[in-house]
């Protein structure tokens, strides 16, 4: 059997199960709390030369020295460099022809100063276009239909003789409310955040309210609104915490997932590929009158119908997660304002429980789940009723956390993700 040189690709095939070693150092793997093996690394290797290979030929680094780009990954991968950083950084050293001890910072650099220049364009369109929750966007107003979460509002509300509501009416609208409602009023707003108070009227408006009854229900939730800058403690929380993915919930959500249909869509076309395909059958025994053009046709029709139905099932499965997720914040939704006690009681121990660094007083509880998602292959076999099997190929696990916000014992926020 061949021995193992992680530099010299013609020896990959006899890694093996044991811990990966470069210069006396091992890689630790945080997912599944073991050290990389040989043959995880180089899959990992792998990986990324097939990136490498999307921005320069095979010709180049094989011109270059695959085992030198091999060495440099490695040496770049144990210094803790990001590992979608390190092809582009080699794609630097054999494009510009640089030094690799200057490839890092010279693609930080150059990375920073894309990152700058397109959050620059990113800025600059944001604020030439509407976003009704920002009172510095409001003079970008156009005749264009307004949209408040993917629904329509009925225009005649505000203004009789309107037939759509535009950008440029709710924008007036609000802004001759805001001008009403007087200095205290206005300094409480202000206090609180405007925006809040505009998605209080818009998700009322959204519902058929009335703007009188907008006026006056914005006129309470403003004077009974006593949790100051919980939301912005909130949003700075989860920005600053790298391990959760933010999906803030302040408001109604909705369902507009589907699955029923495509579920019914897929079974229609499989018993329409099933009768075509035994009405073929059926009429094999004609197959020496059949012309040609029949017999492909016979053939290929009940394929592509079943094409189109595995089609319709692979979105029912997509729809179905959909569903899924709404139904779980949903049922997050229906803890708001209720005592966190009560949730504990119904749900139990909360998997871990924490502060807010920006605010003490808000308190955080964790419900984790986690599947272990497996790729590669797995190889099994059976002997006198028993089974034996191994996996091989890399792991991760999907992590779903449900996260309520507490403060003075009651539930005023959630958020879900998934990892």
């Not at 991968?77 to 794609?91: M, N, R």
Request: glycine share 6%; hydrophobic share 35%; aromatic share 12%.
């Amino acid at each position: 059997m061949g021995k193992f040189d992680v530099l010299n690709e013609n020896t990959w095939n006899f890694a093996s199960s044991n811990d990966f070693v470069w210069k006396d150092n091992t890689c630790f793997n945080e997912e599944n709390n073991r050290q990389i093996n040989e043959k995880e690394m180089v899959a990992f290797l792998k990986q990324l030369f097939d990136i490498l290979e999307r921005g320069v030929s095979r010709s180049k680094t094989e011109e270059y020295g695959r085992s030198k780009i091999i060495s440099y990954m490695l040496d770049s991968l144990f210094a803790k460099t990001e590992p979608e950083d390190i092809p582009c950084e080699v794609i630097t050293i054999i494009n510009m022809g640089i030094d690799p001890s200057l490839a890092h910072t010279v693609y930080q650099s150059i990375k920073n100063k894309n990152n700058e220049n397109k959050n620059s364009n990113e800025k600059k369109n944001t604020m030439e276009k509407l976003n009704i929750l920002d009172e510095a966007t409001w003079k970008f107003a156009t005749d264009d239909e307004f949209i408040w979460k993917g629904k329509q509002i009925d225009g005649s509300q505000i203004k009789r003789d309107a037939k759509i509501l535009s950008e440029k009416i709710i924008v007036n609208f609000f802004e001759q409310v805001f001008s009403g409602y007087g200095d205290d009023l206005n300094k409480k707003i202000t206090e609180m955040g405007k925006d809040k108070v505009v998605t209080f009227m818009l998700d009322k408006l959204v519902n058929n309210a009335s703007p009188g009854e907008c006026i006056q229900g914005a006129i309470s939730f403003i004077k009974n609104y006593n949790i100051t800058a919980t939301s912005n403690n909130i949003n700075s929380y989860n920005q600053n915490n790298t391990n959760i993915n933010p999906v803030i919930n302040n408001s109604m959500i909705t369902d507009d997932s589907k699955p029923g249909i495509f579920l019914f869509l897929g079974i229609v076309s499989m018993f329409l590929c099933c009768y075509l395909f035994f009405k073929t059958v059926g009429s094999a025994s004609n197959i020496i009158t059949m012309d040609t053009n029949k017999i492909v046709s016979s053939i290929i029709l009940p394929i592509i119908i079943m094409i189109i139905g595995i089609i319709f099932f692979g979105i029912y499965s997509k729809e179905k997660n959909k569903r899924q997720y709404y139904e779980i914040c949903k049922s997050m939704e229906y803890w708001l304002g209720h005592k966190s006690d009560e949730l504990i009681l119904a749900w139990g121990t909360p998997t871990k429980t924490s502060k807010l660094p920006q605010d003490k007083s808000m308190t955080l509880l964790e419900y984790k789940d986690s599947i272990r998602n497996y790729t590669g292959y797995s190889t099994r076999s059976y002997s006198k009723g028993m089974s034996f099997g191994y996996h091989t190929g890399q792991s991760k696990s999907t992590k779903y956390i449900k996260t309520f916000y507490v403060q003075n014992g009651i539930i005023i926020d959630y958020k879900y993700s998934i990892q």
